[in-house]
């Protein structure tokens, strides 16, 4: 068994002020895998991807381990956590509007890190930034590379983006909503260029997003987050087939169909809770509708599902109650059937 | 002050830069005109005569010598007429005489800008140095003491009466201490280099003379370190805002995430942005600093343009008055000007649209 | 019955010095009743388009007309009682509410201003309530200001505002697009449900064709400043007769996670102030054939009330005219 | 900003105190370094501090202090004084000179040696053409030659004329702005002494870039505002070398001036007032002595103006009413009540016992006597205005108080002079306090203050014919050419004008503060100091 | 290429930082000003000089003008900050001063204000030809040096303080001109002016109604901010002779009387603290104001001072 390229245990930040955001996340990326992170916004999915590169926002605290390549990054000091950022493991963000810097050129941005942590120098990196800009499709590397990044359109902004994250040939890319601020047609492309990477460079990646279908996608394995927690994980496949979690489940269920069938969407009643307000217990009781009382005061700890189906090897769910472990199937006529 | 971003928006309407910028220039020129005519409103709006201001207590009882005194300096025409007059000298650079001093007006604006335009620069210099080390070092210190305590310090700058300080900084560093000259801008009878730019400093340097540097340098410290306790406040708290402003977008973010150091990303990827709206800043402290000089010349003995205006607006000297207006919105034009070549330079949005 | 049409509507913005036609020639119709889910990628005009129809940017060619009457564009004056029958959801929740008033006040102005100023002040309070409840929101909400709610809460006040006008037309620009998944839901269900109960019409404008799919009655395909297909919901979906229709159908990823990839679309817009000739997607036109990069193709019906504008269809017309089989082949 | 005409200073007589030196100079805490020149006084600079009141480098131009110095080095005069004494002209240009019978015509022998700074003669063409442009320019020392016809009666004789008898020539003649000018080099550089020299004549930029005449110095360099360069002139034709090879009179602050010669940065301030020299540091000496100014105050006589300040009986309120010890108190040792309008060093002035005394009973007494109802009087003043470290504003200020206390009620109204005097000329201003300085050496200078004078008709509005037995010692004493006769019937005038609405106040002191090297210094009235003579 | 109408797809919170999740930037309050200390200290000064104003009679030893002692005393003994030239009591002069500058300071802010309120939103509503020529006018003033404008109408007008607020209105108007009318162009394009605009508020009433409470949030920042400026500029004139009369105990004349006297330092010295912590007090507590404020609106505000 080879080393995860990212292994977390048992992570938690806490916020300035005390608050707890992320609560006891377990993460694990083997190489060439993609793992997706998926959860609504302020479920902590974006502070346990910035916690890995000792990004979290000033006063923030996380612990637990988190381990990148076998070396535990909390623990780095922030020179060690400098030479391995960019190098090692590197991100590509939601916009790249905004991500890229709109006053260098595409080809200093993607080349000073190399420069910097490589020592490469000029010309080669160069080369190898004409490289990158091809092996992200860009066309007309050369003349991109002298470009500013308000010059490229949308699409081939998140390319370079990702062109500079690859530039050091990391062994994680951690891709932050990729292509939320894209149209679906740019964003088909970028699915397929990451998917490409995956498979044609054995790039690791773990992918953050709240778009189940881009979860459905690309990714291996899928964690779903709730208020901090990861409240179900396994296969992508099979999670998202067989939803165990009532709120994996309610996700599903409020997203449009694709199969063409005109049905109404089905909305999670309430709307996901402050930091300053966690519920006890199961974060999720107030808005389940299948929740039991010990629901308000138990908190579940993610477990393996004991279903035994083979399907179910790898999953586990946080859930006292597990509604739908005997329906197995997503029900409502779901929308899509197991292969 | 418009907010940079408003700016940026009119420079990117432009087509091409050459254009923008004889666009700005021919409004700088209407600019001008206007200037002209409200110095001139305002100055013959003054009661007080400047024959009387001008001639002494006999020559003034002597309607001959008044008469030749009006008839010199153009008074006894209409006042539409004075002004078309003006008007029509300014455009082939005749400022007209001035009644203190007696000499074309572009003959004393040549003789004393470049002195004060020589404070304000060294004054801004120093600003624009310290300032944006100050202003950067508290942002990325945000709420810690050492942002607290540059705030403390930077409000105070821009708290402190620049004359006071004048006065204060006079008696302690000079009077007391005997550290600074605050008299001149050289030792006295020390000869000026060759006039090449006007600037002391500058021509001392192109006349390869050191030592004048040195003794033009350490006249011309403390009136600087005075004008710029403003100024050093201003850009102090305007750098601390835009680099937070920086500090909060995403690029910064991916820089770090990059694993550049810190002072690379601080000094490429954090001040170059952040320059924007401290550059506009700057130019407005200039003004600022043009204004300043009104108040601390006289305690300095500074033979410059802000001891000529108060002179002169005292004196009723309106050809001197009218000058001074004219080339003081000049140079707020220029400076505008060259603030907008500088984003330009600094952000390529401007530059490629 | 026809509550809004849109004819040739074309507008021009200028930027750089230069003119960009936002909206180049756009025509449809929203009737009573119904749900238009309007499409198209970002840059597309829509947004655009939907201010057009508000009256919030003028037209430089064309007309809009609501209930019969032109809709002019917005001056200093207020807006004629006739036209305040169109009522807007704006895109982003944190700015389409005043901060500095309360959201009771900013409902109850809808009240005074369409003509109900009569009532008196517990009237327009009841009035406020009872708007709240319909967009299922506590009543006390009224008292505070909006930075004490959620995305979708405000977007729930904004709605209770547009509602309290009485209005026959909504327009949802991206309403929903800037909330998280269960909100997008819950805020798409209530402007379906609202507009069943009150018989309004709803021009319903998103970047998101699956959501679309899903509330609407007719779909209408914007591409670069233009209406390229329009049609039945169930028609467009299934049976898209544009190929960019089809782009934009077939780049949604499932949520089956089967590993299927979307497929992608090459190229980008084009630059709207230097549109291409002819077809306006024929350089991104997987489909492209000699006269699309020549010929502006016509808005035709393909098969009922599903009209496209693509030569493909006009080709196949010629080719085989007793036909009348989709000659895409995309079913 | 003192500056406008207000000087114009000819004075008869009074010796000056001479400046002594003593004790130890502390260590000249230059700049960068000073100059890169040895210590002696032959080659370091003479630095002198000094306020500009600076405004032409042409003499026929120049009516003001500061210029007064510089002239006074660069032009040598027909005539001339010597040190502080203002009672003898001592010989310049002219060798030696004569008056007719009739007092009205003097003729000039001109010094065969004296040559100009470009080694060329000085002959009576250069003579004839520098009185009568001073004349012509009409700038403000015109009125010093008018009158007067001169004409040249061979190459080194002059003769001059003057319409009526004027017992001031030749201190007038001694005056810097009379100063003989190089008419070749003059016209070349386009002087003129035509009858339209007013427009003609465009030489004034020209004596600032290189001066015309034979004094002591030649000009090196003339900095408006900021300082005046002077080197010793080559060809000096007199038989006493000037000391001092360089001279640098610069612009300074008042305030600073004391820290630059206690630093040894210069050599002489001239003003600084005797508050600011009372804690001078050791090694550095100062003197008082009255300056040539007088202060007075003024209460309009115009009743449409303000029907209580043309009252006599609220003039005498006012008179009685100033603490005039207080005032001289505020301007420092060294300064003198000024008993009537004529400063101490002219004759004719008044002796001290003559001045009207404070009193403020007798002062109350003659407010009530007034029906004064208590309306407040404006008093008017030059509030940018300080001559010798003495404020307008503090003066003003003290007065107003003083006359607050024995119950009238004022109003202060400071503007700038060029404001101030306007309304001052106009006659407008209710209550006015001013300074005068001589314009020529006589005390005929001050029958202006009497009834209809350019100050007593036009800004009291003392109108000519309200005083007739005033008006007629004034007149006799206008023709008067006994010397004693005259100063006599001065006196009587100013015992009279102690009567009316104009009020002399105090003489401020001139202060110098100098280095112990500077020898000979002498306060010169005309000219404050001559750098020649200073060792 | 973007176009104006195009969406912002945005998750909102936990996007840049955790911070944003609790913030409160729409009530346009990021943070309460009074957990400040340097608030706390500009109130607290504010304050005992607004209490020194008020009071003045009862803490100043003695008459103000009185010109009673020996002059040029030093400080200590009888008169603890010493006499100035005319022999008046340097403390009593600087007490009664907050009653000449504060109350004037404050005036010459509300002109101010007033006139730049009114300017800017009419150059902001109507927009147009009387928007540049608002504008226009700004820049005039702008681009004339500030203390030649106030120097040139104080000598019109006369010198004296309230012809020196009047002066220095003229000049301070623009800035407040310019902060409103960018707001208001800001906040017009802002969405829910739109909807009102919809709902059928006219422009006015949408002036009234809509704009005015987030725009006089930030212009009472601005004023507070101000207020240390306008003694500033006060203080100036006087110091030049172009503002307080005497016998007015008026800190920059005083700061101009130590300037003439060197050797009594302290007649210069203490007014000029006195200005510096009036000045000082007001900074502190407009800048933790502003801080407070929203960053936009903070932005607006920066240009203006």
Request: neutral net charge; glycine residues 10%; charged residues 20%.
């Amino acid at each position: 068994m080879t080393t995860p390229v990212l292994r977390t245990e048992q992570l938690r930040i806490t916020l300035p002020g005390g608050l707890t955001a992320v609560d006891g996340v377990d993460l694990v990326v083997e190489p060439g895998q993609i793992v997706g992170l998926a959860g609504e916004s302020g479920s902590g999915k974006s502070l346990t991807a910035l916690s890995l590169f000792g990004l979290l926002p000033h006063g923030s605290r996380a612990q637990g381990r988190a381990e990148v390549g076998g070396r535990d990054v909390l623990t780095l000091r922030e020179k060690q956590l400098r030479a391995m950022r960019g190098d090692e493991v590197a991100m590509v963000f939601q916009d790249p509007m905004t991500s890229l810097h709109p006053m260098l050129t595409i080809g200093r941005q993607v080349t000073e890190h190399l420069r910097h942590h490589h020592g490469t120098g000029r010309s080669a990196a160069r080369a190898r930034a004409v490289e990158l800009l091809t092996q992200v499709r860009i066309p007309d590397p050369e003349r991109t590379l002298g470009a500013y990044p308000h010059q490229l359109s949308g699409g081939m902004r998140q390319r370079a983006a990702i062109a500079i994250a690859l530039a050091c040939s990391p062994s994680l890319l951690v891709a932050d909503e990729p292509t939320t601020a894209l149209d679906v047609t740019v964003q088909a492309g970028i699915l397929r260029l990451l998917d490409r990477l995956r498979r044609e460079e054995g790039l690791s990646i773990l992918l953050i997003t709240h778009d189940l279908g881009v979860m459905g996608a690309l990714t291996d394995r899928l964690a779903v987050m709730y208020a901090g927690r990861i409240v179900e994980t396994g296969p992508t496949q099979a999670l998202l087939t067989a939803p165990r979690h009532p709120y994996t489940r309610g996700l599903l269920d409020s997203l449009p169909r694709t199969d063409g069938v005109a049905a109404p969407l089905r909305a999670i009643p309430g709307s996901a809770p402050r930091l300053t307000t966690i519920p006890p217990g199961c974060a999720f009781h107030p808005r389940c509708g299948h929740a039991v009382a010990p629901c308000s005061t138990d908190r579940p700890s993610l477990l393996p599902l004991a279903s035994g189906a083979p399907r179910d090897e790898g999953r586990m769910l946080a859930c006292l109650v597990d509604p739908y472990a005997a329906a197995g199937e997503r029900p409502g006529g779901g929308a899509v059937s197991p292969t | 002050m418009q907010a940079p971003a408003n700016r940026r928006e009119s420079v990117r309407r432009g087509s091409g830069l050459g254009g923008f910028l004889g666009r700005r220039a021919i409004a700088g020129a209407f600019l001008v005109v206007g200037i002209t005519l409200v110095a001139f409103v305002l100055t013959h709006v003054v009661p007080g005569d400047p024959a009387a201001a001008a001639l002494g207590q006999r020559a003034i009882e002597d309607p001959a010598t008044v008469a030749a005194f009006r008839a010199r300096y153009g008074l006894d025409d209409p006042l539409w007429k004075q002004y078309f007059t003006y008007l029509f000298g300014l455009l082939h650079g005749d400022f007209g005489i001035s009644q203190q001093t007696r000499r074309p007006v572009l003959t004393d604006l040549v003789e004393y800008l470049p002195p004060t335009i020589e404070l304000a620069l060294v004054a801004i210099v120093i600003s624009l140095v310290v300032g944006v080390a100050l202003g950067t070092v508290a942002a990325l210190k945000r709420d810690r003491w050492p942002d607290q305590l540059i705030r403390v310090v930077s409000l105070t700058g821009v708290s402190v009466p620049t004359f006071w300080l004048a006065l204060t900084a006079s008696l302690i560093f000079s009077v007391k201490l005997g550290w600074f000259s605050s008299t001149g801008q050289l030792d006295p009878g020390y000869p000026k280099p060759p006039t090449v730019t006007g600037l002391l400093l500058v021509d001392s340097l192109l006349d390869n003379d050191p030592f004048t540097f040195q003794m033009g340098l350490h006249h011309i410290l403390l009136p600087a370190l005075v004008l710029a306790a403003y100024t050093v406040g201003l850009i102090t708290r305007f750098t601390r805002a835009s680099v937070l402003e920086v500090l909060g977008n995403d690029y910064i973010r991916s820089a770090h995430a990059k694993g550049l150091p810190r002072r690379t990303v601080i000094l490429r990827h954090v001040l170059r942005p952040a320059m924007v709206p401290i550059i506009t800043v700057s130019g407005l402290a200039f003004g600022s600093l043009l204004s300043g000089t009104v108040l601390v010349e006289s305690i300095f003995s500074w033979p410059g343009l802000g001891q000529y205006a108060y002179k002169s607006s005292l004196a009723l000297d309106l050809p001197a008055v009218m000058g001074v207006s004219v080339i003081v919105a000049v140079i707020y034009v220029v400076i505008n000007l060259v603030i907008d070549v500088l984003y330009g330079v600094i952000d390529p949005r401007i530059r490629l649209s | 019955m026809t509550l809004v049409s849109v004819t040739d509507a074309e507008v021009v913005y200028h930027r750089h010095g230069r003119a960009v036609r936002a909206v180049a020639g756009a025509s449809l119709t929203v009737d009573r009743g119904e749900v238009l889910g309007l499409v198209g990628e970002s840059g597309c005009g829509k947004s655009t388009l939907a201010k057009a129809i508000l009256g919030l940017v003028p037209l430089t060619a064309g007309q809009i007309e609501f209930d019969g009457q032109r809709v002019e564009p917005l001056g200093r004056a207020a807006r004629p009682m006739a036209l305040r029958g169109m009522q807007m959801v704006f895109q982003d929740p944190y700015s389409s509410l005043n901060p500095r008033r309360r959201i009771g006040e900013q409902i109850a102005d809808g009240i005074v201003l369409s003509g109900q100023a009569t009532l008196r002040k517990g009237e327009q309070r009841a009035r406020v309530a009872e708007l709240l409840e319909r967009v299922q929101l506590p009543t006390e909400f009224a008292r505070r200001y909006p930075h004490e709610f959620s995305g979708g809460q405000r977007q729930r006040i904004a709605i209770a505002r547009a509602l309290a006008a009485e209005p026959r037309l909504i327009v949802a620009d991206e309403a929903i697009s800037a909330l998280d998944v269960s909100a997008q839901a819950s805020i798409a269900n209530l402007l379906a449900s609202l507009v069943a109960e009150m018989n309004m019409g709803l021009l319903f404008i998103s970047h998101d064709l699956g959501i679309v799919r899903q509330l609407s009655d007719r779909i209408a395909v914007m591409y670069l400043g233009q209406v390229v297909e329009t049609g039945p919901a169930a028609d467009v979906w299934s049976r898209s007769a544009h190929p960019y229709g089809q782009a934009l159908i077939g780049a949604i990823p499932s949520v089956d996670g089967g590993g299927g990839l979307p497929t992608d679309l090459p190229g980008d817009v084009p630059d709207p102030a230097a549109p291409p000739p002819g077809c306006r997607f024929h350089p991104r036109c997987p489909k492209a054939f000699a006269p699309c990069s020549t010929l502006v193709p016509e808005l035709l019906p393909v098969a009922g009330s599903h009209l496209a504008a693509c030569h493909l269809h006009t080709h196949a017309r010629a080719e085989s005219a007793s036909t009348d089989r989709n000659p895409l082949g995309a079913s | 900003m003192g500056s406008k005409q207000k000087v114009g200073s000819l004075a008869l007589v009074v010796a000056l105190a001479t400046v002594g030196i003593s004790a130890c100079n502390p260590t000249p805490k230059t700049t960068a370094g000073s100059g890169g020149t040895g210590g002696g006084a032959a080659t370091k600079p003479l630095v002198i501090d000094t306020v500009f009141v600076l405004k032409s480098a042409d003499p026929a131009r120049n009516y003001e202090p500061t210029g007064n110095i510089v002239a006074r080095a660069l032009y040598d005069t027909l005539v001339s004084f010597k040190g502080a004494d203002l009672k003898t002209p001592v010989p310049s240009i002219a060798q030696k000179w004569e008056q007719s019978a009739d007092g009205l015509t003097w003729t000039f022998t001109l010094d065969p040696k004296a040559k100009f700074s470009d080694g060329t003669a000085v002959t009576s063409d250069d003579v004839v053409f520098s009185l009568n442009r001073v004349e012509r320019v009409k700038g403000n020392p015109s009125f010093l030659a008018d009158g007067l016809t001169v004409t040249a009666k061979g190459p080194e004789t002059v003769e001059v004329k003057t319409a009526a008898y004027d017992p001031a020539l030749l201190g007038k003649l001694a005056s810097p702005s009379l100063g003989i000018v190089n008419s070749k080099l003059a016209k070349a550089a386009g002087a003129s002494d035509a009858e339209n020299a007013a427009t003609a004549d465009q030489a004034e930029a020209a004596f600032a870039k290189a001066s015309m005449g034979s004094g002591p110095y030649v000009l090196d360099s003339f900095g408006l505002s900021t300082e005046v360069d002077l080197k010793a002139n080559p060809n000096y034709w007199g038989a006493t070398k000037p000391n001092y090879q360089r001279v640098v009179i610069r612009n300074v602050d008042a305030a600073q001036q004391k820290n630059n010669v206690e630093k040894g940065e210069s050599a002489l301030a001239l003003d600084l007032s005797p508050d600011q020299v009372a804690s001078v540091g050791s090694g550095v000496v100062s003197s008082g002595v009255p300056s040539q100014y007088t202060f007075y105050l003024f209460t309009n006589a115009n009743p449409a103006v303000n029907k209580w300040t043309a009252n006599p009986d609220f003039q005498e309120a006012v008179r009685r009413g100033i603490d005039y010890n207080g005032l001289l108190e505020l301007a420092g040792k060294g300064s003198r009540r000024a008993a009537g309008m004529v400063p101490v060093q002219f004759a004719g002035s008044l002796p001290d016992d003559k001045a009207p005394t404070f009193d403020a009973d007798a002062a109350k007494a003659a407010l009530a006597k007034s029906g004064y109802d208590g309306s407040p009087i404006e008093i008017s003043f030059p509030s940018d205005l300080t001559q010798n470290g003495v404020s307008f504003t503090d003066m003003s200020t003290r007065i107003s108080a003083d006359l607050n206390k024995i119950g009238i009620k004022t109003a202060l109204k400071g503007a700038p002079v060029a404001t101030v005097l306007e309304l001052a000329r106009g006659g407008k201003q209710q209550v006015g306090v001013w300074l005068w300085g001589p314009d020529f050496p006589d005390s005929s200078n001050y029958l202006a203050f009497g009834p209809g004078g350019i100050v007593g008709g036009k800004r009291v509005n003392w109108k000519a014919g309200s005083d007739p037995a005033l008006e007629s010692i004034m007149k006799q004493a206008a023709t008067e050419k006994d010397e004693a006769k005259r100063a006599d019937l001065m006196g009587q005038f100013q015992e009279g004008l102690n009567q009316g609405p104009v009020m002399g106040l105090i003489q401020p002191a001139q202060v110098f503060l100098a280095s112990k090297d500077l020898k000979n210094l002498t306060y010169n009235l005309v000219w404050t100091v001559n750098v020649a003579e200073l060792g | 290429m973007t176009i104006p109408d195009e969406p912002r797809l945005e998750l909102e919170a936990e996007r840049s930082s955790g911070r944003r999740l609790f913030s409160r930037k729409d009530a346009g309050i990021d943070r309460s000003p009074w957990s400040r200390p340097l608030a706390v200290v500009g109130a607290v000064l504010v304050i005992g000089w607004v209490l020194v104003a008020l009071l003045a009679p009862l803490i100043a030893p003695h008459d103000p003008n009185a010109q009673d002692f020996a002059r040029l005393q030093p400080p200590g003994g009888a008169n603890l900050l010493g006499t100035d030239g005319l022999g008046r009591d340097l403390l009593s002069r600087i007490v009664y001063g907050t009653r000449i500058t504060l109350p004037l300071a404050v005036l010459l802010v509300v002109l101010a204000t007033a006139v730049g309120t009114v300017a800017g939103s009419i150059a902001g509503y109507f927009g147009g030809w009387v928007d540049t020529v608002v504008m226009r006018l700004c820049d005039l003033v702008f681009a004339f040096p500030g203390i030649i404008l106030a120097m040139a109408a104080a000598a019109a007008l006369g010198p004296g303080l309230r012809n020196a607020v009047l002066a220095l209105t003229i000049v301070m108007w623009p800035s407040y001109a310019r902060v409103v009318r960018s707001m208001l162009l800001g906040l017009r394009e802002a969405e829910f002016v739109s909807a009102t605009r919809l709902l059928g508020a006219s422009a006015r009433r949408t002036l009234a109604v809509d704009l005015r409470p987030n725009v006089a949030g930030p212009v009472l920042v601005l004023a507070a901010l101000e207020v240390g400026n306008a003694v500033l500029l006060l203080s100036g004139l006087s110091f030049l002779g172009l503002g307080a009369q005497p016998p007015d105990a008026e800190w920059g004349a005083m700061v101009s009387e130590g300037a003439r006297n060197f050797d009594a330092w302290w007649i210069g010295v203490f007014p000029g603290l006195a200005i510096l912590t009036v000045v000082l007090a007001f900074n502190f507590l407009g800048d933790t104001l502003r801080d407070a404020l929203d960053p936009r609106t903070a932005r607006a505000l920066k240009g203006s001072s």
